[in-house]
């Protein structure tokens, strides 16, 4: 059974930092990439990055750009994503999500998704 399990999101103040977790069980992470996407209060879902099999890392989002880290574990089967220098804007559940080999921006195109975990940023 595929599972994918986020951890690691809570309330944090402005300027801040975080380290998002992404397990998963089910089958060896090691040919899958694994993106992150998330989705405020209100809004659309928005894919903010992705990690590729080959450790390469695409930015999706404009306003992350430079103040995420994306790195993986795959002895863990693990996907973590920091973040700093947070922002309220940044509030939103966070999702992972896993896809074969190579990073694709739509969400449609990943196959297994996480329940999310909240990112809570004060002013």
């Known amino acids: 059974q595929v599972r994918l399990v986020e951890s690691g999101g809570g309330l944090v103040q402005s300027g801040g930092s975080l380290r998002l977790s992404c397990v998963v069980s089910g089958f060896s992470l090691e040919y899958y990439a694994v993106g992150w996407f998330r989705q405020a209060p209100g809004k659309e879902r928005e894919g903010v990055s992705c990690?590729?099999?080959?450790?390469?890392?695409?930015e999706y989002t404009d306003s992350v750009k430079g103040r995420i880290t994306m790195s993986r574990d795959n002895a863990k089967n693990t996907v973590y994503l920091e973040m700093n220098t947070l922002k309220p804007e940044d509030t939103a559940v966070y999702y992972c999500?896993?896809?074969?080999?190579?990073?694709?921006?739509?969400?449609?195109?990943?196959?297994?998704w996480g329940q999310g975990t909240q990112v809570t940023v004060s002013s």
């Open positions: 990690i590729s099999s080959s450790d390469g890392v695409e």
């Open positions: 999500a896993v896809r074969a080999y190579y990073c694709l921006r739509p969400e449609a195109e990943y196959d297994y």
